[in-house]
């Protein structure tokens, strides 16, 4: 989905306006529009499934793509009352105002949808603009969006979305006490100067197609100026005029304040609207994408009543998917390395029983010892090396010859400054008796020698002095 695009819908009692909004040069881009009709079902005021089913038919025709998806409802379908809190923080609010709407609104709050917002503060607490939905109307919303794959993100009154896109002109703001009003044949908005803390009030109302639509504007602004706290100061009035019948020069001399008209393309960058639509519902239904494109208060009838989901179960779906295909992966690793252990298991064993056939050729009488087999090999090989080049006898380490040869290659590594004689040598099959003499301390040099030989170890040995030199008496064995 295009994620810089979001689908607006605005929801009256006989029909809904889908806008593709995006965002242009810091203006609201709309990129496509379309309207069809709701159709009451007999014995219900209000029935929106038919409705949905043709916005999903009339998105898939079109080809539109979006991020997600704003609802607006129409100020006939919810009720708006300005209420006094004796708190000021939203949280707490949030906790009392849905009581404080049932008594005020006359309204059983168990079954109503309730959004608020900030008017003003004060030392007393705050003023509190509170916007009533009946539950019935709002979750046959909900379920019939849902249903065809378009949960609503939020669900907001029209004329906090028609604020939302209306404060953006260049001439409201709070250093000019600017008032906007926006008229069609059926409705009526007026939004106050912004406050220097809270947010502007906004008063709707139903117009009938037959009104005069100048009279109209002229007895609201005068009203609006005598009514509003601080109108007495407002300096201007800007009308946004979707019927094109009033008469901005007679109004104009019919109140004391500056009258001005401006049109949809001070406020929204996209092509001229088709003449069969309401351009006020293009606005309005504008505003509600324009809310999801960017950081902005919202007045959710969804907060309370039926938090939004949607986003929470998608990533829980793609993590149980992830999780899925990792379990996947994982278990076909498994058996794959498992398989590859068993081939390799059963190769070993094959060489294992090769290599016990031939070690018991090469070395017989010998014990196999797997762990041991390797070592005894390259000990033999050694040991037949040795015989090959002279240094030892066939009949190996254990031979006489080798024997003397290792005593020998002992002796020739002690330092020349000693004087050693060997009066005699006693071998035996297991060891070998040396008697004779060193000068002095010379035995010391003689038996160090012989330990640091690789194939001797020193037994018994003693010494003793007599003419000046050392008597020794020593016992050799075979490592």
């Given at each position: ?24 040069s ?15 079902v007999?014995?219900?005021s ?32 919810y ?26 609104l ?24 509170v ?20 949960d ?23 250093e ?65 005029d ?6 901005i ?11 001005e008209l ?20 293009i ?25 939004y ?61 797997s762990r041991?087999a ?25 031979s ?14 002690v ?15 297991k060891?070998?008796?040396i ?22 170890t ?22």
């Amino acid at each position: 989905m295009e994620q810089n695009k979001t689908l607006g819908i605005y929801i009256t009692p006989n029909k809904a306006t889908v806008v593709l909004v995006g965002k242009a040069s810091g203006k609201i881009e709309i990129a496509e529009q379309f309207s069809v009709s709701v159709a009451a079902v007999e014995g219900t005021s209000f029935s929106f499934a038919q409705a949905a089913k043709d916005i999903s038919a009339g998105c898939t025709e079109k080809q539109l793509l979006f991020s997600d998806v704003s609802v607006v409802l129409d100020c006939r379908l919810y009720r708006q009352q300005v209420l006094h809190s004796e708190f000021t923080e939203n949280r707490q609010i949030s906790q009392t105002v849905k009581f404080d709407a049932e008594e005020s609104l006359a309204v059983n709050a168990a079954e109503t949808a309730v959004a608020f917002e900030l008017a003003s503060k004060g030392l007393s607490g705050s003023e509190v603009s509170v916007y009533a939905a009946p539950a019935s109307v709002v979750s046959d919303i909900i379920t019939a969006m849902a249903g065809n794959k378009l949960d609503p993100v939020s669900i907001e009154p029209d004329s906090i979305c028609l604020r939302r896109v209306l404060s953006q002109l260049p001439g409201y703001g709070r250093e000019i006490k600017t008032m906007l009003m926006a008229v069609s044949k059926e409705k009526c908005f007026i939004i106050s100067p912004p406050p220097q803390v809270g947010n502007a009030q906004i008063r709707a109302f139903i117009t009938a197609e037959s009104q005069n639509k100048t009279n109209l504007a002229a007895r609201e602004i005068m009203f609006s100026t005598a009514s509003t706290i601080g109108g007495r100061d407002i300096q201007k009035t800007l009308i946004y005029d979707s019927t094109g019948k009033i008469d901005i020069v007679e109004l104009g001399q019919s109140v004391s304040v500056a009258v001005e008209l401006f049109g949809t393309e001070q406020i929204i960058a996209s092509t001229e609207l088709p003449a069969e639509t309401d351009g006020l519902d293009i606005i309005i239904a504008a505003g509600a994408a324009a809310g999801l494109l960017g950081k902005c208060d919202k007045v959710d009838f969804r907060t309370d009543f039926m938090p939004y989901q949607g986003k929470r179960m998608i990533l829980e779906k793609a993590v149980k998917t992830m999780s899925l295909c990792l379990l996947t992966v994982f278990i076909i690793l498994g058996v794959f390395l498992n398989i590859q252990y068993h081939k390799a298991n059963s190769v070993r064993n094959k060489l294992n029983d090769k290599f016990k056939t031939e070690y018991s050729i090469a070395m017989p009488g010998g014990k196999f010892v797997s762990r041991e087999a390797v070592g005894k090999l390259k000990r033999e090989i050694n040991r037949i090396k040795d015989v090959k080049s002279g240094l030892l006898s066939a009949g190996g380490d254990d031979s006489i010859e080798a024997k003397l040869t290792f005593l020998f290659e002992a002796i020739n590594n002690v330092p020349k400054n000693v004087d050693v004689e060997i009066d005699k040598i006693a071998v035996t099959t297991k060891t070998m008796n040396i008697t004779g003499s060193t000068s002095t301390r010379g035995y010391l040099e003689l038996f160090g020698a012989i330990d640091k030989h690789q194939k001797l170890t020193r037994g018994q040995s003693t010494y003793q002095s007599k003419d000046n030199r050392d008597q020794f008496r020593l016992t050799i064995d075979l490592k």
